[in-house]
T-cell receptor
Framework: AQSVTQLDSQVPVFEEAPVELRCNYSSSVSVYLFWYVQYPNQGLQLLLKYLSGSTLVKGINGFEAEFNKSQTSFHLRKPSVHISDTAEYFCAVSTNTGNQFYFGTGTSLTVIP | NAGVMQNPRHLVRRRGQEARLRCSPMKGHSHVYWYRQLPEEGLKFMVYLQKENIIDESGMPKERFSAEFPKEGPSILRIQQVVRGDSAAYFC?????????????FGQGTRLTVV
């Protein structure tokens, strides 16, 4: 079975500061990795995904993530956050034999002016 | 190309009533997934359907919940005799692929409130 752990439930950060949102996963098979963002009362929007190839993945809105197989991690980073980045961020995994995404419990990012 | 459409966006039901949630996948997508998001939690898988078939319902509660994806029309998630614990956001996602989920698009969700 697969599982996803997002250790930080809330991350406050000042505007224009860098941020890292942590994600670790557990799986006995190869995985695909995703970060989604959810703005208040909205659906999930894909930020970026890792399927194969380069372990550094760049996404929308200036976000990037790095897949680290040895540490089973897929941390999300942004060098300079904006107020508009305030949202809930979900890490998720899927596999090439499964039928679903497995989501973490989410990290609430609050950007402070 | 319209995205995944869910309606209604908000639904209020009294305990014991039925709730029907609709999901129209993106054009060309024949795979639909339903997820439930309880307050302060991540999304939990409920069911995966293809046209006229339930492929995986391992996340569905055994009673009161059912889902369908008919040949014509939207996918429907049906909750009979709702209880307070059913209050949650229900999200639908669609994908052009089945297994090997590498791309799924989510709707804006239906927020069910049971009073």
């Amino acid at each position: 079975a697969q599982s996803v752990t997002q250790l930080d439930s809330q991350v406050p950060v000042f505007e224009e500061a860098p941020v890292e949102l942590r994600c670790n996963y557990s799986s006995s098979v190869s995985v695909y990795l995703f970060w989604y963002v959810q703005y208040p009362n909205q659906g999930l929007q894909l930020l970026l995904k890792y399927l194969s190839g380069s372990t550094l993945v760049k996404g929308i809105n200036g976000f990037e993530a790095e897949f680290n197989k040895s540490q089973t991690s897929f941390h999300l980073r942004k060098p300079s956050v904006h107020i508009s980045d305030t949202a809930e961020y979900f890490c998720a995994v899927s596999t090439n034999t499964g039928n679903q995404f497995y989501f973490g419990t989410g990290t609430s990012l609050t950007v402070i002016p | 190309n319209a995205g995944v459409m869910q309606n209604p966006r908000h639904l209020v039901r009294r305990r014991g009533q039925e709730a029907r949630l609709r999901c129209s996948p993106m054009k060309g997508h024949s795979h639909v997934y339903w997820y439930r998001q309880l307050p302060e939690e991540g999304l939990k898988f409920m069911v995966y359907l293809q046209k006229e078939n339930i492929i995986d319902e391992s996340g569905m509660p055994k009673e009161r919940f059912s889902a369908e994806f008919p040949k014509e029309g939207p996918s429907i998630l049906r909750i009979q005799q709702v209880v307070r614990g059913d209050s949650a956001a229900y999200f639908c996602a669609s994908s052009p692929l089945g297994t090997a989920i590498t791309e799924a698009f989510f709707g804006q969700g239906t927020r069910l409130t049971v009073v």
